[in-house]
């Protein structure tokens, strides 16, 4: 496999994702989609150590900042990005894997929300997803699903 060209990387918000969901969900150690289970998505919602995440405006736009930021510091390529209430999009070029460069984006938005929110909270669910981009047509489409398709 060729040189990816840029990475397509989408995280959750912590407790608006969970296994059993009804939109679909992944579990590590099986390929594909699974369908939703209610008593699996019930058992999740009771593990969880506290209240589901959904970002605020202000919050978004602190998501949004950072990440830019981020990239700036770091010589990233910012393709795309897109802060939802409840999950983030990023299309992005940089040298690092990308497990490397979404754990830095969530590490440094986590910061700079706790600062702005006072408190110390989970704000993201254990990893994402990290798609690798290997050409242009595919940057392009995942460009346009960004910016246009949420």
């Known amino acids: 496999m060729s040189e990816p060209i840029a990475y397509h990387i989408t995280w959750t918000t912590y407790g608006t994702w969970l296994p059993g969901d009804a939109r ?3 579990k590590k150690t099986e390929a594909g989609i699974h369908a ?3 008593s699996l998505k019930a058992s999740a919602e009771r593990g969880i150590a506290q209240a589901a995440v959904t970002l605020s405006d202000a919050q978004r736009q602190t998501v949004e900042e950072t990440i830019h930021r981020h990239c700036h510091i770091r010589g990233w390529e910012i393709h795309a990005l897109n802060v939802r209430t409840n999950h983030v999009h990023v299309i992005v070029s940089a040298p690092e894997v990308p497990e490397k460069v979404m754990g830095e984006f969530k590490a440094w938005c ?4 706790n600062e702005m929110a006072g408190v110390n909270q989970k704000w993201w669910t254990h990893h994402g997803s990290t798609k690798w981009i290997n050409d242009g047509a595919y940057l392009e489409n995942a460009i346009r699903y960004v910016v246009e398709g949420q």
């Open 24 to 26: 679909g969900w992944v």
């Open 36 to 38: 939703g289970r209610e």
């Open 110 to 113: 986590s910061r700079k929300l």
